[in-house]
């Protein structure tokens, strides 16, 4: 596979299969112990991970003790810390403390009703430029089908509509910008696995040496700088006459102030926030949509919905909300196409004893002792497949009706955003993923575009078509960068779908 595929080029591959082999010894020598039958009866498992032991439960809904343990014993902040070596790749000792969260969880979460129709106007822009057709693609060979690589266009149409609501027009549509933050989100992951790979002593060194970071830095430095100015200079000038942009900068520019905080700042926090929607949405939303053609004796029943609900709402909040299949699908793949098989861990900042609760009852629990640094994380793959926790059909079959009939049997909603400690794509608990509501919005947004804009199918001429395969890259699980699909324009009444 060419480097470029999967790594920016500012990582030779080289110097990575270097440094991952070096981890790999060094953790096989020095850290890997003697691993033991997991007893009938027991609440906590310690299972080998990358650079070290992650303690996960026995059982999925012990995750649910973790995640209420308080903050002062078990840290999720200190757990992404060390996960992602976030002080060196996310400089956590600059913004650790935080304060986009809330900005993030209120001002943002509740302006969504106004910002789905930004979302869909750009992406309508997004995909005709990332999947672009002309007359002779529509004219010519196999009846206007045409074949993309969609692994880069997906992160270019998300870094776009995501950056529509972060900083707006026009920086959003800049192609430089959406790529040095696609780059960041890459530079980030595979910087992480470098520094875990090696001793925690050599890491700054490490770091200083090989890491594009800085950088990349400089680069998004050079495109939200001049904006930042020239927001303050119209501010300072126009009094209460300015009106602000509606978008996630403000609000951040807004909380920066409060907390005196420099405009280094409100950039590091940018490209953090950047980070995680592009990353995480990207490839949630291109598991969905190689899954949906993996099965498309439903990509009517999804365009029939969709078109239903955008004609009596508009491309608004209402009318993704009530694509109510399609929310199902996409949480089934979310559930069954897992981004990690370990993640959303808690580093134990101090001895404490967990209390574990006997078979789901929290009035009948059992203390077991967690020394200070004890990573403890989600068992992914046991959450989402255990057998008692899915009604329906086997936890191991595709079901997209699944969270459609808990709904009914239970009364409980249950949409993509939601949670539970069998559900831990956006985390659970108080510290699950606060930006999970507008991802949910746009990648239903994306997905009933692409079906109403497009038909849609995987190359080969099987009656049955299978699914491309995932790839596991440590303890992470990723679309394969090279899958391609089959594209074409829709007709309706003769020409093309406008929406």
Not at 79 to 103: K, R, S, Y
Not at 179 to 204: E, G, K, T
Not at 228 to 242: F, P
Not at 467 to 496: E, F
Request: aromatic share 10%.
């Amino acid at each position: 596979m060419a480097t470029s595929n999967i790594l920016p080029e500012a990582f030779p591959l080289s110097t990575v299969l270097f440094l991952l082999t070096l981890g790999y010894v060094y953790f096989m020598v020095w850290e890997f112990g003697e691993t033991k039958k997991i007893p009938p009866n027991a609440k906590l498992v310690k299972v080998p991970c990358f650079s070290r032991w992650a303690v996960v439960p026995a059982r999925s809904e012990y995750y649910a003790d973790i995640v209420r343990a308080p903050d002062k014993y078990l840290s999720s902040v200190e757990a992404a810390n060390e996960f992602w070596q976030a002080e060196l790749t996310l400089h956590t000792d600059e913004i650790g403390d935080n304060i986009q969260i809330p900005v993030i969880a209120n001002t943002l979460n509740k302006s969504l009703g106004s910002l789905v129709p930004l979302v869909h106007d750009e992406a309508v822009l997004a995909f005709e430029e990332a999947f672009p057709f002309n007359r002779e693609d529509e004219e010519g060979s196999q009846d206007g089908w045409k074949s993309f690589t969609i692994s880069k266009p997906i992160m270019s149409i998300v870094g776009r509509v995501s950056n529509r609501i972060l900083v707006g027009l026009p920086l959003c549509r800049n192609a430089e910008y959406i790529n040095a933050n696609i780059d960041y989100a890459v530079q980030v992951v595979v910087m992480s696995h470098i520094l875990l790979a090696v001793p925690a002593f050599v890491r700054n060194f490490v770091n200083k040496l090989v890491s594009p970071i800085p950088k990349q830095i400089k680069q998004i430095t050079a495109f939200t700088q001049p904006l930042i100015d020239e927001r303050k200079e119209q501010e300072e000038r126009l009094g209460e006459g300015y009106e602000k942009p509606f978008d996630f900068l403000s609000w951040l520019m807004d909380a920066a102030r409060k907390y005196n905080k420099p405009d280094r700042d409100i950039i590091l926090r940018m490209m953090a926030v950047n980070f995680a929607s592009i990353h995480t949405t990207s490839l949630t939303f291109t598991n969905a949509l190689l899954t949906l053609l993996a099965h498309p004796q439903y990509i009517e029943t999804i365009r029939e919905e969709c078109e239903r609900c955008v004609q009596e709402e508009g491309w608004t909040k209402s009318a993704i909300d009530k694509m109510v299949f399609l929310d199902s699908f996409m949480k089934e793949s979310q559930r069954v196409d897992v981004v990690a098989a370990i993640l959303s861990n808690r580093l134990a900042v101090s001895d404490f004893t967990l209390q574990i609760s006997s078979d789901g009852d929290t009035d009948s629990s059992e203390g077991v002792f967690i020394p200070k640094g004890t990573m403890l994380a989600g068992n992914y793959l046991d959450a989402h497949f255990a057998k008692e926790a899915w009604s329906g059909e086997d936890p191991d079959t595709f079901d997209p009706y699944r969270f459609m009939e808990i709904q009914k049997e239970t009364g409980r909603q249950w949409n993509i955003a939601t949670t539970s400690p069998n559900f831990l794509t956006f985390g659970h608990g108080r510290h699950a993923c606060p930006g999970r509501y507008l991802a949910a919005q746009e990648m239903k947004l994306m997905m009933a575009y692409s079906v109403i804009k497009y038909d849609m199918k995987l190359p080969g001429s099987g009656k049955t078509p299978q699914r491309p395969k995932n790839m596991w890259i440590g303890n992470h699980c990723v679309a394969d960068p090279r899958v391609k699909i089959l594209l074409r324009r829709r007709l309706v009444g003769g020409s093309s779908a406008r929406l």
